[in-house]
């Protein structure tokens, strides 16, 4: 059975030496590679984690800017609004104005339209009166040629004159 442990058999040293060796080397592995490593996949970790909240940062932010932008677009919206209301407020208030100043024209035109009328109106029966004073002095010194005393000659145009007012 020699034979046969030194083909499958275990020998201690042999063992012994490649346990050391394993050991040796898995130190060596930890020092040099896996700490490195370690290192290296925390600190990507770290990146990553940072993106991540840096990226959630962004998006809360530009949330916060599109609400902003939302309230401003809001406040611009009832600001124009408000200003066309003040704008058509004041296009009404200055057509009364110009309708109430167009009327008060327009009555100032027609009072004096009607001055001048009354004004034109008496100087024209003014003239009238005159002339038919002057027809009057004619058919007088007419009908005076006829002989009549001066009270009926002064009734003669009174009379004329009152027939003339009352057709006027």
């Not at 296009?91 to 100032?108: F, H």
């Not at 145009?157 to 009352?166: A, N, P, Q, S």
Request: proline letters at 1%; aromatic letters at 6%; hydrophobic letters at 40%.
């Amino acid at each position: 059975m020699e034979g046969f442990e030194s083909l499958v058999g275990v020998n201690f040293w042999t063992a012994l030496f490649g346990l050391c060796n394993m050991l040796i080397t898995f130190a060596i592995l930890k020092k040099f590679l896996f700490k490195p490593v370690k290192k290296m996949i925390d600190d990507r970790q770290k990146e990553i984690d940072d993106l991540y909240a840096d990226a959630g940062n962004s998006k809360a932010q530009a949330e916060a800017l599109r609400q902003q932008y939302d309230a401003r677009l809001k406040d611009a919206h009832a600001e124009g609004d408000r200003i066309i209301r003040e704008a058509t407020r004041q296009a009404q208030s200055q057509e009364e104005a110009i309708l109430r100043d167009a009327q008060d024209k327009a009555a100032r035109t027609m009072e004096r339209a009607q001055e001048q009328i009354a004004l034109e109106k008496k100087q024209a029966m003014n003239d009238l009166k005159d002339q038919v004073s002057g027809m009057a002095l004619d058919i007088a010194s007419a009908v005076l040629e006829e002989d009549i005393d001066g009270k009926k000659h002064t009734q003669l145009i009174d009379r004329f004159i009152k027939d003339l007012g009352e057709q006027a």
